[in-house]
C-alpha cells in the first residue's frame, strides 16, 4: 500500500513537471519564435498588413515589463532580424521581421512610459518586403 501511493505521488510529480515544462514551451506556437518569459496569452488576431493576410497572437505583458529590456532581449533573440521602431498614437511599436519577411513580432509600449503594453506574434500569407516593414503604421495599411 505505501508503495503504490509513494508510486502515484511520484508518477503525478512528474506528470506535472512535463506538464509545467510544456506550458513554458520557449518558442511561439505560430511562428516559432522564442517568447519572452512572463508573457500572458491573450487573443488570436486575423489582420491585413500591407495588403497581405497576416496571422496574429497577441500576448499581454507582466506590469512591470521594461520595455528596454524586451528590446535588448528580442535584439539578442532575433541577430538577423530586421528592427523598425515607429510610434504609432503615442505609443511605442518596436517592430522585427525574419530575413524573409515571412513573420514578425511587435512590441507595442505603454503611453508616456517606459512599459510594455502587449507583445505580438505575426506571420504573414506572403513576404513583406524591406519597404513595407519601414511603412506599415494603422496610418498607411496599404504600406505605399
Known amino acids: 500500500m505505501r508503495f503504490r501511493i509513494l508510486g502515484s505521488l511520484t508518477l503525478a510529480l512528474l506528470l506535472g513537471g512535463a ?9 511561439e506556437k505560430l511562428t516559432d519564435l522564442p517568447v519572452h518569459p512572463g508573457l500572458r496569452f491573450q487573443q488570436e488576431i486575423d489582420s491585413p498588413v500591407c495588403g497581405k493576410n497576416a496571422n496574429m497572437n497577441l500576448y499581454g ?4 515589463a521594461s520595455l528596454e529590456e ?3 532581449w528580442y535584439k539578442q533573440q532575433l541577430k538577423n532580424f530586421h528592427y523598425v521602431h515607429q510610434v504609432w ?3 511605442a511599436q518596436e517592430l522585427f521581421y525574419s530575413p524573409d519577411g515571412s513573420k514578425g513580432i511587435g512590441i507595442t509600449g505603454i503611453p508616456d512610459s517606459k512599459g510594455v503594453f502587449a507583445v505580438t506574434y505575426m506571420k504573414f500569407s506572403s513576404n513583406l518586403t524591406a519597404h513595407q516593414q519601414e511603412e506599415f503604421s494603422p496610418s498607411n495599411p496599404g504600406c505605399k
Do not use: C, L, Q
Not at 19 to 27: D, G, I, L, S
Not at 61 to 64: D, G, I, L, S, V
Open 61 to 64: 505583458a507582466p506590469m512591470k
Open 89 to 91: 498614437g503615442d505609443r
Open 19 to 27: 506538464m509545467t515544462a510544456v506550458a513554458a514551451e520557449p518558442n
Open 70 to 72: 524586451y528590446i535588448s
